[in-house]
């Protein structure tokens, strides 16, 4: 079994816990890594060691208002369903969208992100921003949303960029039973993508889980996590990293 190093860093003032495999040598493919609502970085240390165990530099971050910074007065807000916070939601979601170009250049200037190999995955809130980020960062290569929704996460109520979305490699994995992120929104956006992507429809893919629902079956979550590791690394292939 490949051996993890855990490092917690601060990204400007963002907090990550950093999972990359001892062996390598060299910027790596890497992967932001984002956390459903209340939750936080630490909440994903399975998933982390899963990517960097494949050989993926995996970036765990809290997002705006959680995990280590979240202000007291945030807590009983949080403690609600994304639902009943939609506002809010929507806030910090937009908010941790807007930080991911400066995440991918500080992962750049620490050395040990292979620029032109960065995606991102996350899940529930997570996916939602990995939606956004898609559109606005286009450094994106790569990128899994479980079980979230692209119509949630813009203050504004303004739509999706889907025009710049491609080429980034989308992943999208949704719970046919899910009330609390209904995968409807999701397998929308990729009616509208399809034509976006006629030039290499590899690159655009949408796994659903019938009978899942929202808080899935550990076996049905263990098979979502096993297909968002394998198309990360199918489009983050490793070319600046090596393991010795």
């Not at 495999?21 to 609502?37: D, N, Q």
């Not at 899942?212 to 690394?233: P, R, V």
Request: proline share 7%.
């Amino acid at each position: 079994m490949m051996t993890i190093d855990w490092t917690h860093a601060w990204l400007g003032e963002v907090p990550a816990l950093i999972a990359r495999p001892r062996a390598a040598i060299g910027p790596l493919p890497t992967v932001l890594w984002f956390h459903g609502w209340s939750a936080d970085k630490e909440v994903h240390r399975s998933e982390l060691a899963q990517l960097a165990g494949a050989g993926l530099l995996a970036v765990g971050i809290d997002s705006v208002g959680h995990g280590e910074r979240q202000p007291p007065e945030l807590a009983q807000h949080l403690a609600r369903s994304a639902r009943e916070a939609q506002p809010l939601f929507d806030s910090l979601v937009a908010e941790t969208v807007d930080e991911v170009p400066m995440l991918v250049d500080r992962l750049i200037d620490r050395g040990g992100a292979d620029a032109e190999r960065i995606g991102a995955a996350g899940v529930s809130m997570g996916a939602c921003i990995v939606y956004g980020a898609i559109a606005r960062e286009r450094r994106l290569r790569a990128a899994v949303a479980l079980l979230g929704s692209p119509a949630r996460g813009r203050p504004d109520g303004s739509r999706l960029a889907v025009d710049r979305f491609f080429p980034s490699a989308l992943l999208s994995v949704t719970a046919g039973a899910d009330v609390v992120v209904p995968p409807a929104a999701a397998a929308a956006l990729h009616a509208e993508l399809t034509d976006w992507y006629r030039n290499d429809p590899d690159r655009l893919c949408h796994q659903s889980f019938p009978d899942a629902e929202h808080l899935m079956k550990e076996t049905d979550w263990q098979q979502a996590i096993d297909s968002a590791c394998a198309w990360l690394l199918r489009f983050l292939a490793p070319t600046g990293g090596r393991l010795e």
